[in-house]
């Protein structure tokens, strides 16, 4: 081949670390471009590359004749014979191209199809190898800042970590080696977009499976994590095995594993806490390190109202109310804490309010019997009644036939009808 072009190819095997298969691919399609581009046509055209000997060769045929007179389609019958000896006028075989018969151009072309089908090949490598690691934990170095963004050194490839998922304060410097989590990997013309995260959750979680071997085999469970990223996170972990002191698993001796995950975390603190079922005892362990005299539970809204001492309240809400933030977020439960004063007083108060509350009269009659029973009573009528304010049937026979006949629809006769009926009713 032409020494351009095998120089290139050398070069790039050299380079590159890409399976065998995928670059005698790229070698091939290169090879086709230049015969396409001295011949006219790739029709017919073969290429045999032994990998183990690192022979490339190519082929093209070209019409046995007497006298030549196309020299890129045609060969003549002497020569015809050399490579093949039985070779017949007008007959076709495969003629190995000499070197001198790809020309500058031709190399050229070949060298950069081959160039473009190697980095193709390479993208898609690298995306397959990222994609294969989303939720995953990976280290990068930061390089720069682009538009508020961190760019990170991956080695093979840059990773993306958005603004938004960087958590803050921070002052990383140039070569800080950042463990994040792999969110998405995206393929496009400029090739793998890697987009990380130093916010998300998931990071948390992975950290732990990393340090802490019991998570990583399933003997410790992380059931749910609620972050203020930078800051403060709580954990709620939960052991398969009875035996296992999950939270006590997690921390580790003198806390050397959680500090571990602190550290990576740049100081973020962490509330590791035990998981339970039961959602009152659960929203008890999530407001720690506050104490917790009592949950009420209201499962319809989700919602719970928990009673605290009164020296404990401040530290249950916590700082800007970031404690009660992330129970909630920890939990699913909306939380309102109280201090047990403040309970009891409101407690007074409802209690109060339904000792001094009006009795509400019933729409039936004393003996249990309903105002439609009354004779001359229909369901429209006792509608009206009730409307009016005359609700039970001693409050209809208490009335005067002038406030009776009064009312829209009835008339004396009826008045003294109904008045009658109910007064029979009290009496009988």
Same mark, same amino acid.
């Given at each position: 081949?032409?020494?351009?072009?095998?120089?290139?190819?050398?070069?790039?095997?050299?380079?590159?670390?890409?399976?065998?298969?995928?670059?005698?691919?790229?070698?091939?399609?290169?090879?086709?471009?230049?015969?396409?581009?001295?011949?006219?046509?790739?029709?017919?055209?073969?290429?045999?590359?032994?990998?183990?000997?690192?022979?490339?060769?190519?082929?093209?045929?070209?019409?046995?004749?007497?006298?030549?007179?196309?020299?890129?389609?045609?060969?003549?019958?002497?020569?015809?014979?050399?490579?093949?000896?039985?070779?017949?006028?007008?007959?076709?075989?495969?003629?190995?191209?000499?070197?001198?018969?790809?020309?500058?151009?031709?190399?050229?072309?070949?060298?950069?199809?081959?160039?473009?089908?190697?980095?193709?090949?390479?993208?898609?490598?690298?995306?397959?190898?990222?994609?294969?690691?989303?939720?995953?934990?990976?280290?990068?170095?930061?390089?720069?800042?682009?538009?508020?963004?961190?760019?990170?050194?991956?080695?093979?490839?840059?990773?993306?970590?958005?603004?938004?998922?960087?958590?803050?304060?921070?002052?990383?410097?140039?070569?800080?080696?950042?463990k994040c989590l792999v969110m998405e990997v995206n393929l496009d013309q400029k090739g793998p977009q890697i987009v990380l995260s130093r916010t998300h959750n998931g990071l948390i979680a992975r950290?732990?499976?990393?340090?802490?071997?019991?998570?990583?085999?399933?003997?410790?469970?992380?059931?749910?994590?609620?972050?203020?990223?930078?800051?403060?996170?709580?954990?709620?972990?939960?052991?398969?095995?009875?035996?296992?002191?999950?939270?006590?698993?997690?921390?580790?001796?003198?806390?050397?594993?959680?500090?571990?995950?602190?550290?990576?975390?740049?100081?973020?603190?962490?509330?590791?806490?035990?998981?339970?079922?039961d959602s009152a005892v659960f929203i008890a362990n999530a407001l720690q390190p506050a104490t917790v005299v009592r949950v009420n539970i209201d499962d319809e809204n989700t919602s719970a109202e928990?009673?605290?001492?009164?020296?404990?309240?401040?530290?249950?809400?916590?700082?800007?109310?970031?404690?009660?933030?992330?129970?909630?977020?920890?939990?699913?439960?909306?939380?309102?804490?109280?201090?047990?004063?403040e309970a009891d007083v409101q407690f007074k108060e409802e209690i109060a309010e339904e000792l001094f509350k009006p009795v509400e009269t019933d729409s039936s009659s004393p003996t249990g019997l309903? %105002?439609?029973? /009354?004779? @001359?009573? =229909?369901? *429209? #009528? +006792? &509608?009206?009644?009730?409307?009016?304010?005359?609700?039970?049937?001693?409050?209809?026979?208490?009335?005067?036939?002038?406030? %009776?006949?009064? /009312?829209? @629809?009835? =008339?004396? *006769? #009826? +008045? &003294?009808?109904?008045?009658?009926?109910?007064?029979?009713?009290?009496?009988?």
């Open positions: 081949m032409n020494n351009d072009l095998v120089m290139t190819v050398r070069q790039i095997m050299d380079q590159t670390e890409l399976p065998q298969a995928i670059f005698i691919e790229a070698i091939e399609a290169a090879l086709y471009s230049a015969a396409k581009r001295r011949y006219g046509s790739t029709r017919g055209v073969s290429i045999k590359i032994d990998p183990e000997l690192g022979n490339i060769r190519c082929f093209v045929p070209k019409k046995v004749v007497e006298i030549m007179h196309h020299f890129a389609t045609e060969i003549p019958i002497e020569e015809a014979l050399k490579i093949k000896p039985d070779a017949q006028l007008d007959e076709v075989i495969e003629v190995e191209i000499d070197p001198s018969e790809f020309g500058r151009i031709e190399a050229q072309t070949a060298r950069q199809i081959l160039v473009q089908k190697i980095k193709e090949a390479e993208r898609e490598q690298i995306f397959q190898e990222y994609k294969e690691q989303e939720g995953e934990v990976i280290t990068g170095y930061f390089q720069r800042t682009e538009r508020g963004n961190l760019i990170l050194d991956l080695e093979r490839t840059e990773g993306l970590l958005p603004y938004s998922e960087v958590p803050r304060p921070h002052n990383y410097r140039r070569g800080d080696a950042l950290l732990f499976e990393i340090e802490v071997p019991e998570v990583y085999d399933g003997l410790v469970r992380i059931m749910a994590i609620a972050r203020d990223p930078g800051d403060r996170a709580k954990v709620a972990v939960i052991a398969t095995d009875e035996s296992i002191d999950a939270v006590g698993t997690c921390v580790g001796v003198k806390g050397s594993r959680v500090q571990t995950v602190v550290r990576e975390l740049e100081g973020e603190k962490i509330d590791l806490l035990p998981w339970n079922q928990v009673i605290v001492p009164d020296d404990q309240l401040s530290l249950a809400i916590g700082r800007r109310g970031q404690n009660a933030r992330l129970a909630a977020k920890l939990t699913g439960w909306k939380i309102d804490i109280k201090s047990e004063s309903d %105002l439609t029973e /009354l004779d @001359g009573v =229909g369901t *429209k #009528t +006792a &509608e009206l009644l009730r409307d009016s304010g005359f609700s039970t049937v001693e409050s209809i026979a208490q009335a005067t036939l002038e406030e %009776l006949s009064s /009312l829209p @629809g009835i =008339g004396a *006769k #009826t +008045a &003294e009808k109904i008045h009658h009926a109910a007064s029979e009713m009290l009496s009988g």
